[in-house]
C-alpha cells in the first residue's frame, strides 16, 4: 500500500471513528453550558460571562474562551438549534473539535517528514496520533477543544522547523 493511500486509510478511520460516538457523548455540564450559552447568545444576550445560574461556581457559568463561544453558537444556529433534535446539535459543536483532530494527526505526518523520518515511520507516527484511544475520547467522546489549540501549536512549530 502507498504511503499517501495509509494516510488517507488512517486519517479518514480515525475520524470515522470521532464521528461514530460524537453524537451521542460529550461531557454533560460542559455540553449543557455550550448549548445554553449559544442559545442566549443567538437571542441576543451577547455577554453570557455574567450569566449566575450557579452562584457558588468560582468561575461563573461560562467560563470558556470568547472564540469558542462564536464557534459553539454557530454551530447551534446551522442545526437548527436544540428543534434540530440533540445528537444533531452535538455533532455539529463537536465536528470543528474533530476536523481539528483530524488534522493534528496530519501535521503530526508533516511534521515527522520536516525533521526527516522516512516512510512508514511517518505514517506509523500519524497513525499512533489518530488511532490513539485518549485524542479519540478527548475530540469524540469529551467533546473538548484541546485539539483547536494543538493545531495552532503543531502549525506554529512547521513554522518554525521551516
Do not use: Q
Amino acid at each position: 500500500m502507498s504511503d499517501r493511500r495509509a494516510l488517507a486509510l488512517i486519517l479518514i478511520s480515525g475520524l470515522a471513528v470521532r464521528l461514530a460516538v460524537a453524537p451521542f457523548t460529550g461531557h454533560s455540564w460542559d455540553v449543557y453550558v455550550w448549548i445554553k450559552s449559544a442559545e442566549l447568545f443567538n437571542a441576543g444576550f451577547w455577554n453570557v460571562y455574567r450569566v449566575s445560574e450557579v452562584p457558588s461556581f468560582p468561575w461563573g457559568f461560562y467560563s470558556y474562551p470568547p472564540v469558542w463561544l462564536l464557534i459553539t453558537s454557530a454551530a447551534y444556529a446551522l442545526a437548527g438549534g436544540t428543534s434540530g433534535g440533540l445528537e444533531r446539535l452535538v455533532l455539529a459543536i463537536k465536528l470543528p473539535i474533530v476536523i481539528a483532530d483530524g488534522l493534528v494527526a496530519l501535521w503530526v505526518y508533516r511534521i515527522a517528514k520536516l525533521v526527516g523520518v522516512r516512510g512508514r515511520r511517518r505514517t506509523l507516527a500519524c497513525a499512533a496520533y489518530a488511532l490513539n484511544p485518549l485524542p479519540v475520547f478527548i475530540s469524540g467522546v469529551w467533546g473538548m477543544f484541546d485539539p483547536i489549540a494543538t493545531l495552532f501549536g503543531l502549525v506554529g512549530i512547521e513554522l518554525l522547523i521551516r
